[in-house]
């Protein structure tokens, strides 16, 4: 059975930070690309960060940028996205995802995303 389950959500002040955590158990060994995504409050739901586990590669949504690290601990499965100067606009619920492969042109694509975890709230007050 497949598991991705997120921690770590919480309720901060703008220019805060928080760091996120997503453990996985039961994936298929083929599956090497993990994102997050998240969806706020009348919004859709967009791609925030892929990391494609194989070679560490990761990709940003250009309203995250420099801002979010996304990054993998091979020894526990478990990926983190640090989050800094956090604004008011990065209020939503966090999911993390996975999928095959990650590609480039196509990484926030959600639909292309076969596991989703329950997501965790991330609330930023100004």
């Known amino acids: 059975q497949v598991q991705l389950v997120e921690a770590g959500g919480d309720s901060v002040q703008a220019g805060g930070s928080l760091r996120l955590s997503c453990a996985a158990s039961g994936l298929p060994s083929e599956v090497k690309c993990r994102a997050w995504f998240r969806q706020g409050p009348g919004k859709e739901r967009e791609g925030v960060a892929t990391?494609?586990?194989?070679?560490?590669?990761?990709y940003y949504g250009d309203s995250v940028k420099g801002r979010f690290t996304f990054s993998q601990d091979h020894s526990k499965n478990t990926l983190s996205l640090q989050m800094t100067v956090l604004t008011p606009e990065d209020t939503a619920l966090y999911y993390c995802a996975a999928r095959r492969l990650c590609y480039v042109n196509d990484w926030s694509s959600e639909e292309l995303y076969n596991y989703w975890g329950q997501g965790t709230q991330v609330t930023v007050s100004s």
């Open positions: 990391l494609f586990r194989a070679t560490g590669n990761t």
